[in-house]
């Protein structure tokens, strides 16, 4: 059984950077951790999830999971990974997420040769099963969380009438997680929504939001910044055009792996964010 949440203490030590979906553009990292001098020996980096897919080197971002200084969430594509590689084994993955790693960017598996795919099915894959769903860091108000796409309870896709009908608290939309409810036994009910959600981003009108310039880029803030009781929680999964701040949610999401005008590969300092929006 995967791990659903894990607790680690702060970066007595370093720094802790948080980093937006990677997919493969190990390059892009390269970059960014040379600009911040990151300092493995006392830095940590985390990642909100989707390491793999769509970018030229899936591989070689898997690989980081090797390394003690860098900690990384499940996103929907490494869900579509493990249900791709152990579709009855996986308990948790999203029904049928196997079946669209192949349409989601993930032909790579087929064009591995024997040696990385060697690696990948006996070493890599092992390791992006005991990834945890969310991580938290930290108590306070320093507490941050990492999660790939939303703390949110409920169906995510609120059109469906017959979810919306249910009397199970779960099953209707919706619900914004606090700090206390961030454990296990929650966590096992919305592992589509912590991975696919899409509904707190959709929230965001840009003409209800406020533009701030920040040295990472434009942040928009909503009218409804924060969610009282939830510690920042840095999320990806949509890519967006600027950062977004929500219900607590921190959209970091930039497209790396579209290589466009407007798109980048965020790394974000934790510390520095706080003094942001502080």
């Given amino acids: ?36 001098e ?14 793999i897919d769509r ?53 790579w598996v087929l064009d591995l040769g024997k040696s990385d795919q060697d ?30 796409a939303e703390l949110m309870t409920g169906h995510v896709d609120e059109t469906n009438t017959w979810y919306n009908r249910m009397d199970d608290d779960w099953g209707k939309p919706k619900r914004v997680l606090t700090d206390t409810m961030v454990k296990d036994a929650v966590l096992a009910k919305m592992i589509e929504q912590i991975t696919w ?10 003409e209800n939001a406020s533009e701030v310039s920040t040295p990472s880029g434009t942040l928009l803030r909503s009218h409804k910044t924060w969610r009282k009781g939830l510690s920042l929680t840095y999320v990806g999964h949509t890519p967006l055009k600027s950062m977004v701040l929500h219900a607590s949610h921190l959209f970091i999401d930039r497209g790396a792996y579209l290589r466009e005008p407007g798109t980048c590969l965020l790394v974000l300092e934790h510390q520095e964010v706080r003094e942001w929006l502080a």
């Fill in 1 to 36: 059984m995967p791990t659903l949440h894990q607790r680690l203490p702060a970066n007595a030590a370093g720094r802790d950077f948080i980093m937006g979906d990677l997919h493969g553009c190990l390059d892009l990292l390269r970059v960014e951790m040379e600009r911040i």
């Fill in 38 to 51: 990151f300092d493995p020996a006392v830095d940590r980096l985390f990642s909100v999830g989707d390491l």
């Fill in 119 to 148: 690696e990948l099915w006996t070493d890599l894959a092992p390791r992006v099963a005991k990834l945890p769903y969310v991580v938290t860091v930290g108590e306070g108000v320093s507490r941050f969380h990492v999660v790939h």
């Fill in 55 to 107: 970018g030229p080197d899936s591989m070689g971002c898997l690989r980081l999971l090797r390394e003690p200084w860098f900690h990384a969430v499940r996103g929907n594509h490494e869900d579509m990974l493990l249900d791709y590689a152990y579709p009855v084994t996986t308990p948790y993955a999203y029904s049928g997420a196997g079946t669209l790693l192949l349409s989601n960017g993930g032909r």
């Fill in 197 to 206: 959600g899409r509904r707190l981003i959709r929230e965001v009108e840009s």
